[in-house]
């Protein structure tokens, strides 16, 4: 899951990204409300992290703005302020959830996973496509047929949990680069082609029929054969 963090105060950004990059959650951090906001209106984040009391433009603002783009990523504001009137206005701006500073990485993380889950997606410890059975909690993908199974690395998690959510689907390099290495990474082309080197390999290894297919100018799919 990728998470987008916008607050201004170093250290608490800091503490946030630590906490949720712990969790194996993919996170950019901004300090800024327009870059905050351009970040968020790029529609990849499955959550936003938002403080109100932003230089240029505060969390009512971007979370207002963002809902009238039609942006429906969910938004969890946080703010040291606790009078229902802010909260309202927060709730009122199209924001998910509130939650008030100072705060425990528990309910962080407890709230994160309600919005998600609100968004429709389902937190489970494996995904599976044909032959391929992914275990998210030990990183292993295994084949039903041969019993073979492999370890993957971070990179090779993120690109696999994006093929198995939608398999069929062409999914294009640009794509892949935001969602695997970050908004603002220096990834290119040659990033991507090497990492589904590395997931092809993994899947001759364990003797899965499922493949990932290149599309041409396009991107790549997750297809197999009869099984699949």
Partial sequence: MQILVVEDEKRLSDALCHIL?????????????EE???????GIYD?????VMLPRKNGFEIASALRRDKVTTPILMLTARDAVPDKVKGLDAGA????????????????IRVLSRRRGEVVLDEMTFGDLVFTLSSCTLACRET????????KETEMLKLFLARPRVILSKEELITKVWGFDSDAGDNNVEAYI????????????????VSMKKLGYKLEGGASC
């Fill in 21 to 33: 990059r712990e969790q194996k959650y993919m996170v950019d951090a901004v300090a800024d409300g």
């Fill in 36 to 42: 905050g906001y351009d970040y968020a209106k790029s």
């Fill in 47 to 51: 959550c936003i992290v938002l403080d």
């Fill in 96 to 111: 998910d959830d509130y939650m008030t500073k100072p705060f425990s990485p528990e309910e962080l993380l407890a709230r």
């Fill in 147 to 154: 019993q073979k199974t492999v370890r993957l690395n971070f």
């Fill in 197 to 212: 080197s590395f997931l092809r390999k993994k899947f001759h290894f364990v003797g899965s029929v499922c493949e990932i």
